[in-house]
């Protein structure tokens, strides 16, 4: 029987309009907010991890950003 555990939710924080930097097309680009925590009987109870990252919708490609890089585009 497994007690504990992680599970990652994502938000979406901002919807953006951006330049790729791979495929160099304007095109909107989501700003994502992934939190990690720590579960006991399913019950989340601390975050372990968070990231924040970007996706082209137009390519695919995925950048990580730092917590003041996605504070500065929102």
Do not use: E, W
């Not at 555990?5 to 680009?29: D, E, I, Q, W, Y």
């Not at 720590?38 to 989340?44: E, V």
């Amino acid at each position: 029987m497994v007690i504990f555990g992680l599970r990652t939710k994502v938000f979406v924080l901002a919807m953006m309009t951006l330049l790729c930097p791979r495929c160099g097309n304007s095109a909107a680009h989501p700003v994502h907010k992934s939190v990690t925590k720590f579960t006991l009987f399913f019950i989340p109870l601390f975050p372990v991890k968070t990231r924040y990252t970007t996706q082209c919708t137009f390519c695919g490609v995925t950048s990580r950003l730092s917590k003041d890089q996605a504070t500065q585009l929102i």
